[in-house]
């Protein structure tokens, strides 16, 4: 089953061959964002609306130029809190979005499982942009297509998720998504950043050292951690997460081997990576937001009902 | 004047008096005049055949909630009532957090008689053991329970200072009447929306560990060792508490507890794809907690059922997981979930069961009724053991249609609810 339904909602419930098919798909599709015009007709007439009700630059303007390149017609609705004071609920907010007839909706809200939520309750494809702490699918997409164009495979290859994993969607939609394509799975971060039991709970190795981490991995995905993960306590301070769990040069001169870096942004220079790091030879994290677009852009053509064999043929069609 | 009841031909049974066998059981003035054997009953007596059927003492639920006054969109004491009734409840404590709070007298007689003009099942009050339910000043127990309160309880928030905790065991040990208390430790359930374990770790979701319950229960049990006074624990959900509750039986500290058929029945994985209907706090737990409450109830360490009955709007419960409210509805339900789940597969004994929901509720309060002893009050439940039937939330008498069974097939149903002698509620069952 490649196919990917109606929606694109998690990691977690695809298939291995339905994440592979994503993968091949965007990987001709970088290519329209390297042409002097970056635009085919492929979803020409399609309507999108990109719904937000976290604040997001990353994700929200990497789905706009992928839709924008794919040709369809996007609107950027961005909802703060403030739509639960004026008391219109998500379902009722979507019905009303619907019923100026739309195509599809990208959504990123607060609560874990709101994706899910809408996409029951509505008949547009829905996209997952980030529920909660719960998965960040295109996310992970975008770093296994990045590794993948690395190492050829991900199968036998080891990446340690570093930081924040509790409230992480990121590495929730990375541990699934790493898991089904064959790779060995870490996280490292202080204890109380990790979610209680998540070897069973998500199938993965924990490290308790940084430089144990390291000296496992071939590659680490250093986590953003949220600065307000200190005043609500659940770390004593930044200064010490660097001293003790930062990715620094120095840490990574010690591997056995030359670790790829990836780090899903925005990235608190100094806190968990250094700068010499997120900008040294090893990082991917520009390559990251480069794909990001290319595995948006294969994610909507495949949840229109393209077929991931004629990915390329569609871009040739727009030249 | 209620014509006299004759129900003849059922199975009785009531383990308060060692009944277990076909006789003929004739309530009048509302008590129970005969019970066994064949009974001749007045000329004027209006026979019921219940051939093929159990007839038990009325079951009793010492928690639920019936939101009037405040929200009786969702439930009023009359529609609660009669979904009370329509689950082989005759009588039901109403938990007080309402809006306003009952926390007076005025509020508890409010009760009284909204319940009196339902006519249906009886509802008592119970007072809240703070004003306001704020976790600070006393609330007028003694006024309260003149005014017919049975129990108090902030039910719905922990009593966060143990220090209230302590007068409110001292104070109400004056009165007679026990102290029910919702254990959660608010630090360590903030913010959580389910279970803390495998699957809040998968759905993302914040969640509740089985500690921030049973560091209360310990605390509540040292507090009741300590006064002197009757702690009675709402809802229990994990193994930790059975275990303590355990120690504190043994040691003959005077603390009772309930658990509600859904936490008997349900594990975490029934939340699936953030099914709100299976919110509920406390949350459902893991198979091990499930199995260690089923063999507390056995065991007598948990002394009884009880619904938690918690109706919700449908628009409040249509919505994002984390921002849905805790609870769904249960009177309607709890018999036919516990017959299919223990009795059926000879779990526990259908005596057993109607121990729990009849006999040992009455004894923890200290209700009347939960016996069909000649003289108690005629309040009594009949039940068909073979009703197959498909939980559908139109059919319900409550206002609220959250239920994580809707759809289900249960086995076995209440056909009829006496109370007083009178029947408020009776369901012809096909054969």
Redesign the interface.
């Known amino acids: 089953m490649t196919g990917l339904g109606k929606d694109l909602l998690d990691l977690?419930s695809l298939s291995a061959e339905q994440i592979t098919a994503i993968l091949d798909t965007a990987e001709p599709l970088k290519a329209i964002s390297l042409r002097a015009i970056k635009k085919v007709p492929t979803l020409r007439g399609e309507t999108i609306v990109n719904l937000f009700f976290e604040a997001s630059t990353r994700t929200r303007v990497s789905f706009e130029f992928a839709e924008k390149r794919m040709s369809a017609d996007a609107v950027n609705v961005a909802i703060g809190n403030s739509s639960v004071s004026k008391g219109e609920?998500?379902?009722d907010t979507a019905r009303n979005l619907e019923a100026m007839k739309i195509d599809m909706v990208v959504i990123r809200?607060q609560?874990?499982?709101?994706a899910?939520?809408l996409a029951e309750r509505i008949e547009s494809n829905v996209i997952n942009a980030g529920?909660?702490?719960?998965?960040h699918p295109t996310q992970g997409l975008l770093d296994l297509l990045t590794l993948r164009d690395k190492w050829g495979t991900l199968k036998g290859k080891r990446v340690c998720l570093c930081g924040d994993v509790l409230h992480s969607?990121v590495a929730?939609s990375n541990i699934h998504g790493l898991r089904k394509l064959g790779a060995e799975v870490a996280v490292c971060g202080p204890r109380s950043l990790l979610?209680?039991?998540?070897e069973?709970?998500?199938g993965v190795t924990v490290f308790d050292r940084i430089e144990a981490a390291i000296e496992w991995a071939d590659a680490l995905n250093i986590l953003r951690l949220q600065l307000e993960r200190m005043t609500s306590g659940y770390i004593p301070s930044l200064r010490e997460y660097n001293r003790v769990f930062g990715v620094t040069r120095e840490r990574l001169d010690r591997a056995p081997r030359d670790l790829l870096i990836l780090h899903p942004g925005p990235m608190n220079r100094g806190v968990e990576i250094d700068s010499d790091v997120a900008d040294g030879p090893h990082s991917l994290i520009l390559d990251q937001v480069t794909n990001g677009v290319a595995v948006r852009m294969a994610v909507l053509y495949l949840l229109r009902g393209g077929r991931p064999d004629l990915a390329a043929a569609g871009t040739a069609a727009g030249e | 004047m209620t014509r006299p009841l004759l129900l003849t031909g059922g199975h009785l049974l009531d383990p308060s008096i060692g009944l277990d066998g076909i006789g003929d059981l004739l309530l009048m003035d509302g008590m129970v005049a005969a019970v066994g054997g064949n009974i001749a009953g007045p000329d004027d007596a209006e026979r019921i055949d219940c051939g093929g059927e159990y007839v038990t003492p009325g079951f009793i639920d010492v928690h639920c909630h019936l939101r009037e006054p405040g929200r009786e969109d969702v439930e009023t004491i009359a529609t609660g009532a009669r979904a009370a009734a329509a689950g082989g409840f005759t009588a039901v404590c109403a938990m007080p957090n309402t809006d306003p709070v009952t926390d007076n007298q005025a509020a508890v007689g409010f009760i009284r008689a909204q319940a009196a003009k339902a006519n249906a099942s009886r509802v008592y009050p119970i007072g809240s053991i703070s004003v306001g339910m704020n976790g600070a000043q006393l609330s007028e127990m003694g006024e309260m329970v003149a005014a017919g309160a049975v129990a108090v309880s902030d039910d719905g928030r922990p009593v966060v200072s143990a220090q209230l905790m302590r007068t409110a065991l001292e104070y109400a040990r004056t009165f007679g009447i026990p102290v029910a208390d919702h254990c959660e430790e608010p630090t360590l359930a903030h913010g959580g929306a389910m279970n803390?374990?495998?699957?809040?770790?998968?759905?993302?979701?914040?969640?509740i560990?089985s500690e921030s319950e049973e560091i209360m229960v310990i605390r509540d049990i040292l507090l009741a060792r300590r006064t002197g006074g009757r702690v009675h624990l709402c809802h229990m959900s994990t193994w930790g508490s059975v275990e303590l509750i355990r120690w504190g039986k043994e040691r003959g500290i005077p603390v009772t507890a309930e658990v509600c058929p859904h936490h008997l029945t349900l594990t975490e994985d029934r939340v699936g794809?953030?099914d709100t209907n299976a919110k509920m706090n406390p949350p459902l737990r893991t198979q091990k907690d499930v199995d260690a409450l089923v063999a507390a109830l056995k065991d007598g360490t948990i002394d009884c059922v009880a619904t938690d009955h918690a109706p919700h709007h449908n628009?409040e419960k249509?919505?994002?997981?984390?921002?849905a409210p805790n609870g769904i509805v249960g009177l309607e339900t709890a018999l036919s979930v516990l017959m299919t789940w223990l009795v059926a597969p000879g779990v526990i004994s259908l005596s057993q069961l109607v121990d729990k929901m009849s006999c040992a509720p009455a004894r923890v309060f200290g209700l009347p009724g939960g016996t069909l002893r000649r003289g108690a009050i005629a309040d009594v439940t009949v039940l068909n053991p073979t009703a197959s039937w498909t939980v559908k939330g139109a059919d319900f008498k409550s206002k609220g249609r959250n239920s994580p069974w809707l759809g289900s097939t249960l086995s076995g149903r209440v056909s009829q609810c006496i109370v007083a002698g009178r029947q408020v509620h009776t369901r012809t069952i096909a054969s």
């Not at chain 1, 529920?131 to 998965?135: A, R, S, V, Y």
């Not at chain 2, 249509?318 to 921002?323: A, G």
């Open positions: 977690e609920t998500l379902v809200h609560a874990s499982g709101a899910r939520f529920d909660g702490t719960h998965e969607r929730r979610p209680n039991g998540a069973e709970a998500l | 803390e374990g495998v699957i809040s770790a998968r759905l993302g979701l914040k969640g560990p794809q953030y628009d249509n919505r994002e997981f984390s921002d």
